[in-house]
């Protein structure tokens, strides 16, 4: 069966610092992984998708960035925090040939910057 | 783009049924699906709808109406448990990713 890890589950990082977060997924080949980041008692924003090793889809400009190093793998990355990059990152994937509509989500990695 | 408009909040008893409903504008459609959400927790897939219609599934039961870009959740049976966020979603016009709708917070009352 297939499975989703993040890490680390919680982190608190002062502003300016930098930021890297882990995304990995079992079980299957070639998924498409997602970044979401959720604000307190909000919906969820795609940040990043990615549908292969390297070929990585940015679709809201802001200070952050996304590498796809390995098959299943998918990292979230800053050079330099921000107070408003506080909030729920989720990762997710789904069967590169399944439908869209159904993803599948990590446990979730919550991040306060201070 | 797509768009998804859902009430903020719902409140319902114990073993009472309640309908979550979720309206959209999207440059093409492709589908509509529904997430839950449990406090601190990750979202769990519920639910799709491709065609107009009622989809059921144990004590949750999904509607679309393509013809008025509407369609809704209704849960059954109401368990504290099922106390949670629930996010419809639609899929984006290259159908690589999901667009969702800001969230319904369910609250169950005893």
């Known amino acids: 069966s297939q499975t989703i890890h993040q890490w680390p589950a919680t982190l608190v990082q002062p502003v300016g610092s930098p930021l890297s977060l882990e995304c990995t997924v079992e079980?299957?080949?070639?998924?498409?992984l997602y970044w979401y980041r959720q604000a307190a008692g909000r919906g969820l924003q795609l940040l990043f998708y990615?549908?292969?090793?390297?070929?990585i889809s940015s679709e809201v400009p802001q200070n952050l960035s996304a590498s796809r190093p390995q098959d299943r793998q998918f990292i979230l990355s800053s050079k330099k925090l921000l107070l408003s990059d506080s909030g729920f990152y989720l990762c997710?994937?789904?069967?590169?040939?399944?439908?869209?509509?159904?993803?599948?989500f990590g446990p979730g990695t919550r991040l306060t910057v201070l | 783009g797509q768009s998804l408009e859902q009430p903020s909040e719902v409140t319902a008893v114990e073993g009472a049924i309640v309908q979550i409903n979720c309206t959209y504008q999207?440059?093409?459609?492709?589908?509509l699906s529904w997430y839950q959400q449990h406090d601190g927790g990750a979202p769990t897939f519920l639910s799709y709808?491709?065609?107009?219609g009622l989809e059921e599934t144990g004590r949750f039961s999904s509607f679309l109406s393509r013809s008025d870009s509407y369609g809704y959740l209704l849960l059954q049976e109401l368990q504290m448990k099922d106390s949670a966020s629930y996010f419809c979603?639609?899929?984006?016009?290259?159908?690589?990713?999901?667009?969702f709708g800001s969230g319904t917070r369910l609250q169950v009352q005893p």
């Open positions: 997710a994937w789904r069967p590169s040939g399944g439908r869209t509509d159904t993803q599948y």
């Open positions: 079980g299957t080949s070639n998924p498409n």
């Open positions: 990615s549908v292969g090793i390297g070929q």
């Open positions: 999207t440059s093409g459609f492709y589908g």
């Open positions: 709808n491709g065609l107009d």
């Open positions: 979603a639609v899929p984006d016009t290259g159908r690589r990713a999901l667009t």
